[in-house]
């Protein structure tokens, strides 16, 4: 099951006796978990009824001790373990039994009990008899970050459940700006549309004027500029860059540009160049694999491992080893450089 659709079911008031929610992406786990914690009980339910506890702060037997309980004056006891990742769970010992006394619980769970298990930034590890008792008694929802290609979709959708509208544009550039830590991205939008009536699209100015990516002057125009070796604007943005170092440190433009042109050798190297399966391959939402391909034409093998080469020297060299010039001077530098 995806989020969405737990979140349907707890709506509608369809619960399990038992959830883990797990994976690297700690988003889905938080958006699940905050409304089991705020909406599954009413506020005169919660005070006898709701029990939150820290994995680093509690234990397996406290866990249990609570979920043995029995609801007062309520349909339903809710028992929401935080964290979990930090807890420490039982053990199997040499001949392969279990030394875990809430599993018992797990494989007998109260039906007025609501026991949730918040595991973050990891998985489960699913050989687990504790894992597998949950599986077969409740519902397993692993978390997977999201590539990059989709970050973009997903915003487009973030800002449509909201009732906002954003251009595909926006989208993709708060995508490659802001990469694929959804809770960030949402933190951003959420920020974002306080500042934009119900309903307006949302496009690179009100981005701009929010968030502060530049619509002109930012490291995805300067990788545009140079795949169409765009001289004037490379140096305008470059000299914007070096009035406003503090916005725009050279340290995360080289390593941005880094990414760029790692996946422009990418580009030269796969097979298959239809616009879906680059963007597959690279990583990117489809709204920039024309750009992909442009930079592949500007930049051919040999001249894509150069810039590469580049890249890695100076970065070095703006990090003070064997140089003492200005950054400014070295990024203006290493352009020249890449364009000719």
């Known amino acids: 099951m995806t989020a969405h659709e737990i979140l349907a079911d707890l709506r509608n008031r369809k619960y399990k006796p038992l959830y883990l929610l797990h994976g690297e992406e700690p988003y889905f786990i938080d958006i699940v978990s905050n409304y089991i914690e705020h909406s599954l009980l009413s506020e005169a339910e919660k005070g ?27 349909d339903y006891q809710v028992v929401l373990v935080k964290e979990a990742q930090d807890m420490k769970w039982g053990k199997e010992d040499g001949d ?38 949950i599986d077969k008694n409740g519902l397993v929802f692993e978390s997977v970050s999201l590539a990059d290609y989709k970050v973009a979709a997903w915003i487009e959708a973030f800002v449509k459940e909201k009732k906002y509208r954003i251009g595909a544009q926006a989208a993709a550039l708060l995508g490659e700006y802001l990469g694929n830590d959804l809770s960030k991205i949402a933190n951003e939008m959420e920020k974002l549309m306080l500042n934009v009536s119900a309903g307006q699209e949302i496009t690179s100015k009100e981005i701009q004027d929010n968030i502060g990516i530049s619509k002109e002057y930012n490291v995805f125009e300067l990788q545009t500029a140079l795949a169409r070796r765009d001289v004037v604007k490379v140096n305008r943005i470059i000299n914007y860059f070096d009035a406003n170092q503090k916005a725009n440190p050279l340290v995360l433009v080289f390593g941005n540009l880094y990414s760029y042109f790692s996946k422009v050798l990418r580009y030269h190297y796969a097979p298959d160049k239809s616009p879906n399966s680059i963007a597959r391959e690279l990583g990117i939402s489809p709204y920039f694999v024309r750009d992909y391909e442009q930079a592949a034409r500007t930049f051919n093998y040999g001249k894509t491992m150069q810039v590469i080469g580049l890249l890695r020297e100076y970065d070095v060299k703006i990090k003070g080893v064997d140089s003492n010039a200005d950054n400014g001077e070295l990024m203006k530098e290493m352009m020249f450089k890449i364009l000719h």
């Open 96 to 133: 392969g039994k279990t030394i875990d006394p809430l599993l018992s619980y797990l494989e007998k769970p109260l039906p007025s009990t609501i026991l949730v298990f918040c595991y973050k930034y990891a998985k489960f590890d699913k050989r687990k008899k504790t894992y597998k008792a």
């Open 48 to 74: 006898f009824n709701q029990t939150v506890v820290y994995g680093k702060d509690t234990d397996i037997m406290t866990v249990l001790n609570a979920a043995k309980r029995y609801p007062m004056m309520a």
